[in-house]
């Protein structure tokens, strides 16, 4: 059972800044996928970016350019550093880890099997 914990949400101006992180209770090492997905009031939770074990990242085609998400296996913790923040980007944001090597797709929710209990983040105009 992975824990994750999120941290760094908070109200920011439009085009600021924040970075968000996410600790798990185990080594990210060996967690194959973690990802964030957000959720506004009303909506469903979508995907906004994943980062593989190896490395290689992808993000979703509303945050490219804006938001890049990375993780540090040696201390067990992902980031997201969202850039240019716009009013539209104000949600609750989770960190999700899949312990699957191989499945569906990374933007699906039905990928991951561990989620945090998000932190709000929002943008005021």
């Known amino acids: 059972q992975v824990q994750l914990v999120e941290s760094g949400g908070g109200l920011v101006q439009s085009g600021g800044s924040l970075r968000l992180s996410c600790a798990a209770s185990e080594r990210t090492l060996s967690i194959p996928l973690m990802a964030w997905f957000r959720q506004a009031p009303g909506l469903e939770r979508e995907f906004v970016g994943a980062?593989?074990?190896?490395?290689?990242?992808r993000n979703a085609d509303s945050v490219k350019g804006r938001f890049t998400i990375s993780r540090d296996n040696a201390k067990n913790m992902v980031y997201l550093q969202m850039n240019s923040l716009k009013p539209e980007d104000t949600a609750v944001y989770y960190c999700?880890?899949?312990?699957?090597?191989?499945?569906?797709?990374?933007?699906?929710?039905?990928?991951?099997?561990?989620w945090g209990q998000g932190t709000q983040v929002t943008v005021s105009s």
């Open positions: 999700a880890a899949s312990s699957a090597a191989y499945g569906t797709s990374w933007e699906s929710r039905a990928r991951y099997d561990y």
């Open positions: 980062v593989h074990r190896n490395g290689v990242g």
